[in-house]
């Protein structure tokens, strides 16, 4: 054989003659080496004096079963990315072995397509070394050296050679998001689409049309094709952000697309093929809603094969610093400007504060008070932070929150509550000084610039 031909070699494992036959006819047209095993004793021999790229595993063997190999390559030859071949509709197997530590799953009978995407993946993350680098490169990186912050940076990479669905949790604003997009960077799709969606911001009569596409005039307003959320990340990595709010007859539909691999289209008269990774989140406890009998059992274990839960900005304040300063860097270099210091008092405030908004409460903080500060350096009334949440000169405890107050922060969110104070009070202002920018700017204690900035962030221009 020449050099193309065996730069890659995959160990198959089934007692089945005829489908070790198919496997191998397979991948030989794909120009790949393929050695074969009928136990799982012949299997862990080959292992031990061969390098392989891959393996594909049956799960019921003579000797053991698949399991049994999982597990072994997972502590032998954990480089080594390896696929279970399991029964059709047998998804207790395939959920089992993906949490053992399998790459992927393949259903019997076993789709040539898929078996073709599945291997493609594999040989990929076998030639991505540096996934971790290309993540950082485009600015995707968890800021924190906290053990909290460590265990999950090291279950990110773990779980990006894996093409198991993950359950991503964890309050609003603890980087749910940056940490799937992570995984998808430092993965074998780095190279394919990431398409994020938010399941609570589609009306739910419009959901199906825009997770799996419309064929034309199959519904009023439908005038031409358009494709769907899962064929434009066919390749790729599908976030599906909130999953906690999609309609229960969507989730069905979502349960079959995942298990199948396939779609159809509204209107379509057959299925579409597709390769999709499934990353899921939301800040709202899906257990509890599995009970409440509002989100399906089915599907939460489906979309749950691997839970990776966030911790708040609360668990981690040793964070904080590091976190401010880097804020502060980035904020600067948008604005054009060189990084504000921090006054003590406002130093020591940003480290009592509770962050009900997690990180991205902080980000808006300092955001804000960048814009409000004079002369280079953040004061404590920059930061507008809540009376409440400040400091006590006296050591007693701080002020409990007005009922009114606590009322609005519970029904907009702090952020957005924050927000609407600050929107009410430069609108004031304006309306004072009869729309004169100067004269507001001077009243509310900030330049002219720094104003157009709020007006311009809070869209009131």
């Known amino acids: 054989m020449s050099k193309t031909e065996t730069r890659h070699r995959v160990l198959i494992v089934d007692d ?83 949490k053992a530590g399998a790459f992927d799953f393949l259903n019997k009978p076993v789709e040539l397509q898929t078996l073709r995407d599945l291997v493609a993946s594999a040989l990929r993350l076998g030639e991505r070394s540096d996934g971790e680098a290309q993540g950082a490169e485009q600015g995707l990186t968890l800021l924190g050296a906290s053990a ?3 265990g999950v940076r090291q279950m990110t990479r773990k779980l ?14 603890t980087g749910k998001e940056l ?27 419009l959901m199906e049309s825009e997770l799996f596409g419309h064929k034309r005039g199959s519904f009023t307003g439908a005038y031409s094709d358009k ?62 809603r599995v009970e409440a009998g509002e989100f399906r059992e089915d599907l939460f274990y489906r979309i749950n094969v691997i839970p990776l839960h966030l911790p708040s900005l609360r668990e981690r304040p040793e964070d904080i610093p590091e976190l401010v300063a880097h804020f502060l860097r980035q904020l600067a270099e948008e604005m054009g400007i060189r990084p504000p210091r921090l006054s003590a008092e406002a130093e020591q405030a940003l480290l009592a504060h509770r962050y009900c908004g997690n990180v991205r409460e902080l980000e808006n903080i300092l955001e804000r008070a960048m814009t409000l500060c004079d002369d280079g350096e953040i004061a404590l009334a920059d930061l507008q932070l809540p009376t409440h949440n400040l400091p006590s000169n006296g050591g007693g405890d701080a002020p409990n929150v007005s009922a009114d107050e606590e009322t609005q922060v519970s029904r907009m969110g702090l952020e957005a509550y924050l927000e609407s104070v600050e929107k009410r009070i430069i609108l004031d202002a304006l309306k004072q000084t009869r729309n004169n920018k100067t004269a507001a700017a001077k009243q509310l204690g900030i330049s002219f610039r720094a104003l157009r900035y709020r007006l311009k962030k809070l869209e009131l221009e």
């Open 227 to 288: 494709e769907g959320l899962f064929q434009a990340a066919n390749g790729g990595t599908l976030f599906l952000d909130e999953v906690a709010d999609l309609p229960l007859e969507m989730q069905v539909k979502l349960l079959r697309a995942i298990q199948e691999k396939a779609v159809r289209p509204v209107g379509a008269a057959a299925e579409q093929h597709i390769d999709v990774r499934i990353l899921s989140a939301t800040h709202k406890d899906l257990a509890a």
């Open 179 to 205: 940490v799937a997009r992570m995984i998808h960077a430092q993965g074998p799709r780095a190279d394919q689409p990431f398409i994020g969606v938010n399941c609570g911001a589609i009306p739910a009569d």
């Open 16 to 98: 089945e003659p005829d489908i070790r036959e198919l496997l191998a006819l397979t991948l030989s047209r794909m120009q790949l080496a393929c050695d074969e095993a009928e136990t799982v004793q012949e299997a862990t021999t080959l292992l031990a004096s061969h390098s392989y790229d891959l393996c594909l595993t049956d799960m019921r063997l003579p000797d053991g079963n698949g399991m049994d190999l999982i597990r072994h390559i997972q502590s032998c030859h954990p480089c080594v990315p390896v696929a279970m071949i399991t029964a059709h509709g047998n998804m207790s197997s395939a959920i089992e072995a993906l």
């Open 148 to 150: 909290a912050m460590e």
């Open 160 to 173: 990006a050679r894996s093409q198991a669905p993950v359950y991503i949790s964890g309050e609003s604003g």
